[in-house]
């Protein structure tokens, strides 16, 4: 055992086992002389190994010096610290000669380790871990097989003036990045599995927030490959039901709370994978009620409607695509009176064709009507539209009513012509009962004469 008694020399060295290139006890000691010691040694000044002239506590001079340390109190532990002009090691012989520790030459407060700090590249650590540089201060991860192979994946974290990126050193991007003076809670993540950005509190799985700036739009999705589309996936995986959905809440602050103004939902009436039919139902909030306002069934669209019955229906009037059907069962009206002839004929007369072009369209000649100049039974409660059913029932009475008038008078006429006829043959039959008298007289009237 080799005690040095003095201050400054490190405790860790009080109780250690020299090894000095030989025999594991001999050695060239202070002028040389050889000595084979089992006993405590006590030196007061500084110790020289293969070196007769040091000014330092302890000093060996060889080609790559060591210090070795064998544990012997349970399984052998041994280590050792080994220096060359390369760097200078700290080694896990028992290991199988692993470096947990090494430093190279040239090194100017590298590493320092302080109470429960620890420093690189700096005396004065500020933090648990404090990495300091002139430029772009980095951590770099390197993935690698057995000691000495090729790098599989290399990654830095590095602070600069582009902000903290992460960076994958063998394909050269930057996936990861945070820009100086971001805001506090830009991007929160939950234990509970939610995220949070803006906000430190995510009341959904994925929660945004945004308090300030002047864009409207607070999300962007961009795509940039040519001939490519950009698709937003809204998945529900549970179990195959009619029941599943998956949508998009349009929700805003009313006088009291946030309420959900619009909703747009799509889901299957028909979850066989052959006959497959989805739903797109959109619901917005009516005077305080939330409802359905339009729903997409198939290919058919309903407004009013969830169950269209045609390529287009609103409530009950329906579209095939070519014809516009109005709804008009006797089911859906009341109070059915028969229009009024006057009223009617009053109406039509009243009415004002006109030709015009609306001003959107100037080029497109139209014939019709303006609403605000139609007579009242065939106008619209708003002033501002017309129904041509209303003016074709009005037109259909007048041209009926007229009809009915027309009849009357082709009776009256063909009764005049019956009567005229009649008393035609009457005539006729008066004129040839006069005849026939007249020649009855002329006869007797010759007979006279032939007496005479």
């Not at 980095?138 to 974290?157: P, Y």
């Not at 906000?199 to 864009?215: D, E, I, K, M, W």
């Not at 017309?386 to 009764?415: C, F, G, M, Y």
Request: charge should be negative; glycine fraction near 8%; charged fraction near 15%.
């Amino acid at each position: 055992m080799i005690s040095l008694r003095s201050q400054t020399v490190p405790t860790l060295l009080m109780s250690c086992l020299l090894l000095i290139a030989g025999s594991s006890r001999q050695s060239a000691f202070g002028f040389g002389v050889p000595f084979d010691h089992d006993g405590d040694w006590t030196i007061t000044g500084n110790l020289g190994i293969g070196t007769l002239s040091t000014s330092d506590e302890i000093h060996i001079l060889s080609p790559s010096p060591q210090i070795r340390f064998d544990d012997n109190l349970g399984a052998l532990q041994a280590w050792q610290i080994y220096a060359d002009s390369d760097h200078f090691d700290i080694i896990d012989l028992t290991g199988g000669d692993l470096v947990p520790f090494r430093i190279a030459p040239d090194a100017t407060s590298t590493l320092f380790i302080g109470g429960s700090s620890i420093g690189i590249n700096t005396l004065n650590p500020t933090g648990t871990l404090n990495v300091a540089d002139n430029l772009n201060p980095s951590l770099r991860f390197t993935e690698t097989g057995v000691m000495g192979d090729a790098e599989n994946n290399v990654w830095e974290i590095f602070a600069g003036a582009n902000g903290l990126q992460t960076f994958d050193v063998l394909s050269s991007t930057v996936p990861f990045s945070i820009e100086f003076a971001t805001p506090t809670d830009t991007l929160r993540l939950k234990a509970d599995g939610s995220i949070g950005v803006g906000t430190n509190a995510p009341a959904y799985p994925f929660h945004v927030v945004r308090t300030t700036g002047t864009a409207n739009r607070i999300a962007q999705f961009t795509q940039n490959k040519a001939n490519g589309t950009s698709v937003v996936g809204f998945e529900n995986s549970a179990a195959a039901s009619t029941a599943n959905q998956t949508g998009f809440d349009f929700a805003l602050q009313t006088s009291t709370t946030q309420r959900v103004a619009g909703r747009m939902i799509c889901s299957f009436i028909d979850t066989n994978d052959a006959t497959r039919t989805g739903v797109f139902q959109f619901r917005v909030t009516n005077e305080g009620a939330f409802t359905e306002t339009m729903r997409l069934r198939g290919n058919r669209v309903g407004i009013g409607q969830s169950n269209p019955s045609t390529t287009l229906q609103v409530v009950n009037a329906t579209c095939d695509g070519a014809t516009w059907n109005n709804a008009c069962s006797r089911e859906l009206k009341q109070d059915i009176v028969t229009l009024d002839g006057d009223a009617a004929r009053s109406a039509v007369m009243a009415l004002a064709p006109v030709t015009y072009s609306y001003k959107a369209q100037p080029a497109d000649q139209r014939v019709g009507f303006v609403a605000e100049d139609v007579p009242g039974l065939v106008a619209m409660p708003d002033g501002k539209t017309l129904s041509s059913l209303d003016i074709v029932a009005a037109l259909t009475k007048v041209v009926q009513d007229h009809e009915a008038l027309l009849a009357s008078r082709n009776d009256e006429l063909s009764q005049l012509k019956q009567t005229l006829a009649e008393q035609s043959r009457i005539a006729a039959q008066q004129a040839a009962a006069s005849r026939a008298q007249i020649e009855l007289l002329r006869e007797r009237l010759e007979a006279l004469e032939r007496t005479e």
